[in-house]
């Protein structure tokens, strides 16, 4: 994979067009017509050739993209192989178990980039009702607080733009956020294998706390006493902040606790919990009201590994309308927070 002599300058004048051949048959089948300012280059690129190269580069490596994308690592091989073929140079280095872009790939990287990013804004645009919509995936420790004072400022400075929200659990929300369906995610830091060709904003840290009614029998005794006392509702096992309960549990000698429930609904937790004697490990952001209003209080847990980052997970090559200006009112917002 070294560099051929004269590759970079060649690349220099490069201008990708995106051209979608058959709409009908979806995204996959547009090729790119790469062009420099003397000579058209192999009208074979196709946008999974683009898409894998750009994956590939954000992740220094071949398995983890493999397995997001849903094929074998050799399948993955072949595609960045005709590339490269394609190009006439090679795109990366191996440096030990990673694989680094060479001069020649960093430059195609950014014009791929904004190649994809002018295609799926082009691509929004056609599609019937989406023009002019920023479509968020929500996941419920935003919901509550944070996202509805970034929608509310939001509404002032860009009225013109509609914001649809989907709801729902981590996996159901990432699965839409590579398929296109919504244009970024807002809540907790995916894991790492999960960022293949993803890019996370970090908003603000938050804690998991142990919530109960505001009366609860135990609230003035050890959180490890009260939790092997009283009925406990746990996050579900796919939730992002599941395995920090687990450890929790697990350095206090609750390895195996099993739980009533298992739900981070705020409609079902609170309404359990201020009806019974239930404990509920939640994040801070979910039962924020609740918390001001003396509703619930928070037992504490002297664990300040119950926490982890907030944020913004899109595409990297992404263009829907105001994301740049939500993604600029969202850290605001988040700077603002006590």
């Known amino acids: 994979?070294?560099?051929?002599?004269?590759?970079?300058?060649?690349?220099?004048?490069?201008?990708?067009?995106?051209?979608?051949?058959?709409?009908?048959?979806?995204?996959?089948?547009?090729?790119?017509?790469?062009?420099?300012?003397?000579?058209?280059?192999?009208?074979?690129?196709?946008?999974?050739?683009?898409?894998?190269f750009l994956d590939i580069a954000a992740e220094g490596g071949l398995t983890a993209v493999a397995r997001a994308q849903g094929i074998t690592q050799p399948a993955l091989s072949r595609t960045l192989a005709e590339l490269e073929t394609l190009l006439g140079q090679p795109m990366f280095l191996r440096q030990g178990r990673r694989l680094v872009l060479t001069e020649a790939g960093a430059l195609f990287r950014r014009h791929a980039s904004a190649a994809v990013q002018a295609l799926e804004a082009g691509a929004a645009a056609l599609r019937p009702g989406s023009s002019g919509t920023l479509r968020l995936g929500v996941l419920p420790t935003v919901a509550t607080r944070f996202l509805p004072r970034v929608v509310l400022r939001f509404r002032e400075i860009r009225p013109e733009i509609v914001l649809a929200a989907e709801?729902?659990?981590h996996f159901h929300l990432m699965r839409l956020l590579r398929e296109g369906s919504v244009d970024l995610v807002v809540g907790r830091l995916p894991g790492?294998?999960?960022?293949?060709?993803?890019?996370?904003?970090?908003?603000?840290?938050e804690e998991v706390i142990l919530a109960a009614r505001?009366?609860?029998p135990m609230r003035a005794r050890p959180a490890p006493e009260a939790l092997a006392a009283s009925p406990v509702i746990l996050p579900p096992a796919t939730a992002l902040i599941r395995p920090v309960v687990d450890s929790y549990l697990a350095a206090n000698g609750l390895a195996g606790l099993r739980p009533a429930l298992e739900t981070v609904s705020l409609a079902l937790g609170r309404g359990i919990c201020l009806a019974s004697d239930a404990l509920w490990f939640i994040s801070r952001g979910v039962v924020v009201h609740e918390l001001d209003k003396a509703e619930m209080i928070e037992l504490p847990t002297g664990a300040r590994f119950l926490s982890g980052a907030v944020g913004m997970t899109r595409r990297q090559a992404s263009a829907a309308p105001g994301l740049a200006d939500f993604a600029e009112i969202a850290a605001e917002v988040a700077h603002q927070m006590p």
């Open 1 to 52: 994979m070294h560099r051929t002599p004269g590759a970079v300058q060649n690349l220099h004048g490069i201008l990708l067009c995106s051209i979608i051949s058959h709409i009908e048959n979806g995204l996959d089948n547009a090729n790119f017509a790469l062009m420099d300012n003397r000579t058209a280059m192999h009208p074979g690129v196709k946008l999974r050739h683009i898409r894998a």
């Open 167 to 169: 709801t729902g659990p």
């Open 192 to 205: 790492a294998s999960e960022m293949a060709g993803l890019s996370f904003d970090h908003l603000y840290e």
């Open 214 to 216: 505001a009366d609860h």
